[in-house]
């Protein structure tokens, strides 16, 4: 491979690593919004109205905030422990993101062709889940370095928590490998492409051989006890245990364990949509009597783009001429997705980025129905239902697998 | 100076560096931590010879779940800093020499001896043919694992208990 | 690149957990150097089989590593039951052959 290949492959490297890093970052940020709305919403009332409209600024409010509060530690922490537990969190949380594929075109940049992953390894599963193994340790050294009985407690309770669910989170993804037989996420995505039947798509979730139903039913309730998010989040609640272990942290450090959260909540939730539901693949069969779907996309930005302008229209302030703006740049989206150059390249990661909405919305739903599990209650749930559910759906898949063979 | 080569020993830094941090640290709980350095070092040297499987199991498990139980254990004993006592004469004049003696010997004789090997690819991928071994050739052993983790589990878990019967009851009322 | 390399490497950690078996006092660090000496042999494994073309080095340390796990588990309960009946994690402590 001689010299020049090798420097542009590492400078496209670099420019998807870039964009990835700033896409997740605001990505994080507007999660937080979307759940601070719908729980709002579900509780009966508005959420944030009053940073810029509808409370699109509030994260800006917040980010700057999280600076500039005055940042305390301890008397008596364990100083290198303390500063390295967020650290731990936010980094892996974000880099599990680099093995996520967002579609299947291969891209030019620069003139070298690129598929639109960062990291497309062979055992990509699981290097996913080796970096939620070792996420465990931001928890537990956080609970620990602060010098605080309360935070001990729930650092101790919140990663014995966390290693409980993830035997039952690897085990729930078993049926899917049985499926595939391969650990490649790209590989696995391509082989739930088809139709049964002509229209029913070949997702893990419909599988014609054992429809994985078990499998999500597993996955998702193990994956909101490892993100340590309600109903399982005794451990971190402020009605529980002050806060458990980030009880002790305040300004940037709180700032990273909380972006580090939302992050490890965005890879599960494209882990679920890239394993049970699809990934990057249409919904749609893809005959020549369904070219229409093709130009769903556009359709949507097109819509949301009217929307935005008419609701501009309602406000009094500066609102009423950023909206309209905004309106008119998804305008201008929709019609650059209308492009045959173009329209091939948006399908994928549309399809990729309304499955992970879809998931993380259901995730947001779940937090503010559900009352919160204590516990006892929890690790029983974890340990004698949960791990032999997962145990029967790889018996009942290798089973059918084996029969259809 | 190959890629392998720089990344080999930027790996094999950090393993050694942790190594000696495990053994100089005064606390338990960063002897640990310098422990798990090493261990993800060594899943990157894995990668490096292309046992991509082994390289993943050693993180989930023995990076993430063995090495968390001895974080636990430490928290949960409260295990402090090591009492600090001069080292004898003989420790510090005889001992320490010797134990580098030992480091430099063992690593020459055994880099002299096999300095003629190189490496060879596997036939199978490395998943694949780890499975068709674990589940053809060396099944027996397999599910003798199985029941070694079980023993394991009631050991520790009958060890572990408190020998009166009191304090968990009253804890659990 | 030559095998030597990564044995001596493996050599050099093996040595390293001996020194550590050998100078420190307090038990859980004396485990850990234990813990030490295996992830050197499995590092040693994983050379080897590199080196012949065969994959039963890679299928040994995956036992090795099940092993360790359940030698951890039990000596870990041990330490822990000593410390209770002790107070001391300190091995020149635990002198006496009854608790």
Redesign the interface.
């Given at each position: 491979m001689n010299d020049s290949l090798a420097h542009s492959i590492l400078l496209v490297s670099l420019i998807k690593v870039l964009v990835l890093l700033f896409l997740v970052l605001t990505a994080v940020a507007y999660l937080v919004w979307f759940e601070r709305k719908v729980a709002a919403h579900i509780q009966g009332r508005w959420g944030p109205y009053r940073v810029g409209p509808h409370g699109l600024l509030q994260p800006l409010a917040d980010g700057a905030k999280f600076l500039l509060k005055e940042d305390t530690t301890p008397a008596g922490a364990?100083r290198?422990?303390y500063f390295t537990a967020p650290v731990i969190t936010l980094t892996l949380a974000i880099s599990a993101i680099a093995m996520i594929p967002f579609g299947p075109a291969s891209v030019r940049i620069l003139g070298v062709a690129t598929p639109l992953v960062i990291a497309n390894?062979?055992?990509g599963l699981?290097?996913i889940?080796?970096m939620t193994?070792?996420g465990?340790?931001g928890v537990?050294?956080a609970?620990?370095s602060s010098n605080n009985k309360y935070s001990?407690l729930g650092?101790?309770r919140s990663?014995?928590q966390m290693?409980s669910y993830?035997l039952s989170l690897?085990l729930s993804v078993v049926g899917i490998l049985l499926l595939a037989g391969t650990?490649n996420l790209s590989e696995l995505i391509l082989r739930q492409d088809g139709f049964t039947w002509g229209y029913l798509p070949k997702w893990n979730l419909l599988s014609p051989t054992f429809p994985q139903v078990l499998g999500l039913f597993c996955y998702f309730i193990a994956a909101i006890a490892e993100t340590n998010r309600a109903p399982f989040d005794l451990a971190e609640a402020e009605s529980e245990i002050v806060a458990g272990y980030h009880t002790e942290y305040s300004s940037f450090k709180f700032a990273m364990f909380f972006m580090g959260e939302y992050a490890s909540m965005i890879t599960v939730a494209c882990l679920a949509s890239i394993l049970f539901l699809g990934g990057w693949l249409s919904p749609f069969p893809q005959t020549p009597g369904m070219d229409w779907t093709r130009y769903i996309p556009a359709a949507v930005f097109a819509a949301s783009a009217v929307g935005l302008i008419l609701d501009g229209l309602h406000h009094r302030s500066l609102a009423r001429v950023v909206l309209p703006l905004l309106g008119l740049v998804l305008g201008a989206l929709s019609f650059l997705c209308l492009q045959p150059a173009i329209i091939d390249y948006v399908q994928g990661p549309f399809w990729f980025l309304t499955k992970v909405l879809l998931v993380l919305f259901v995730y947001v739903w779940v937090r503010w129905t559900l009352p919160r599990f204590r516990y006892d209650q929890l690790m029983r749930f974890g340990w004698k239902f949960l791990f032999p559910v997962a145990l029967l759906n790889v018996v009942v898949t290798s089973l059918a697998v084996v029969m259809r063979r | 100076m190959t890629a392998q080569l720089v990344i080999f020993l930027i790996l094999a830094a950090i393993a050694v560096a942790g190594a000696v941090s495990v053994i100089l640290q005064r606390e338990p709980i960063h002897s640990a931590i310098s422990l798990i350095a090493v261990m993800i070092a060594l899943a990157g040297l894995f990668l490096l010879l292309e046992s991509e499987f082994i390289a993943a199991v050693q993180i989930i498990v023995y990076a993430g779940a063995i090495m968390v139980l001895f974080v636990f254990v430490i928290m949960l004993l409260n295990a402090g800093a090591e009492e600090r006592t001069n080292m004898s004469r003989m420790a510090r004049y005889v001992g320490v020499p010797l134990a580098v003696f030992l480091l430099i010997e063992l690593a020459y004789q055994v880099g002299a001896a096999t300095s003629s090997m190189t490496a060879q690819p596997a036939a199978d991928g490395a998943t694949r043919g780890i499975s068709m071994l674990l589940f053809q050739d060396f099944v027996f052993p397999f599910e003798l694992t199985s029941i070694l983790i079980l023993i394991a589990i009631l050991g520790a878990l009958v060890l572990a208990q408190r020998s009166e019967g009191a304090p968990a009851q009253r804890a659990q009322q | 690149m030559p095998i030597s390399y990564y044995l001596a490497l493996s050599a050099v950690l093996f040595g390293l957990g001996v020194i550590g078996f050998v100078f420190k006092r307090n038990i859980i660090t004396i485990f850990m150097s234990i813990e030490l000496m295996l992830n050197a042999v499995n590092l040693a494994f994983i050379a080897f089989a590199r080196a012949l073309g065969q994959l039963q080095g890679q299928v040994f340390v995956f036992f090795v590593i099940v092993v360790a796990a359940a030698e951890a588990a039990v000596g870990l309960a041990i330490v822990i039951v000593i410390a209770r009946n002790r107070q001391s994690l300190n091995v020149e402590r635990i002198n006496l052959l009854k608790l």
């Open positions: 364990d290198f422990l390894i062979n055992v699981l290097a889940f080796a193994s070792i465990v340790y537990a050294l609970g620990w001990l650092g101790l990663s014995a290693i993830e690897t650990f | - | -």
